[in-house]
């Protein structure tokens, strides 16, 4: 029976990477996949990883309906087995409800990657669907690291190394030329995460990570 997985972890977890390893394998297997992808690092229709791997993928739109496209590619006389769909955080709700359906009418097996909260520690549309719709949520056991040693639960958005809590929920960083506004994206625990503490404020000296966040009682 085909399923609709959802794998999930923070920043830096190895999701990208597990994405194109599993497509890697199908492929051997003699399987046919489809690639998808929505505001990747590398730009439009590529799907990247960390490590330096990347592959041309289908860009989600928002205009795409992906059942429709699935379809129609089927109708043409394509094989279709799977579909990897990277960055399905920034998917709509109703573009993950038709991965359901491309699932349960069509039989073709489906594996979400994405990040559940923005740097504002709240869900993405995408991924709040996923989880309510997904056969199964693997939380992948790579663990993302804070500046710290502690293990990374948050993602941080950060402009010229502080960290910022404001501004639209997606906007793409960590760009292949590193320009964009000069901004990015950083995994901290919760403790360094509520504290602003990103790793150039702790490496500039400006906080100690064991400061109180209250003053010093007498």
Aim: hydrophobic content about 40%; aromatic content about 6%; charged content about 25%.
């Amino acid at each position: 029976m085909a399923e609709l997985v959802f794998f999930t972890g923070t920043m830096d977890c190895g999701k990208s990477t597990l994405a194109l390893q599993m497509d890697h394998n199908a492929r051997q297997r003699g399987l046919a996949g489809r690639l998808f992808t929505c505001h990747d690092r590398a730009g439009d229709a590529t799907l990247s990883s960390r490590l330096g791997l990347a592959v041309s993928a289908i860009e989600v739109k928002p205009d795409l309906n992906l059942q429709r496209h699935v379809v129609s590619e089927m109708t043409s006389g394509a094989r279709i087995d799977y579909l990897i769909c990277d960055e399905a955080q920034f998917y709509s709700a109703e573009q993950v409800e038709q991965l359901g359906r491309i699932v349960d009418d069509l039989g073709v097996e489906v594996y979400a990657f994405g990040i559940l909260t923005d740097f504002r520690t709240r869900l993405f549309e995408g991924s709040q669907r996923l989880v309510e719709m997904a056969d199964r949520v693997e939380i992948l056991q790579v663990q993302a690291l804070c500046w710290c040693g502690r293990r990374g639960t948050h993602n941080a958005r950060t402009v010229g190394g502080a960290m910022v809590t404001e501004g639209e929920q997606v906007v793409v960083g960590d760009t292949k030329d590193g320009t964009a506004l000069d901004l990015g994206y950083e995994v901290l625990c919760r403790r360094h995460h509520r504290r602003g503490m990103t790793a150039q404020v702790a490496n500039a000296g400006a906080l100690s990570p064991d400061v109180l966040p209250f003053g010093a009682q007498s």
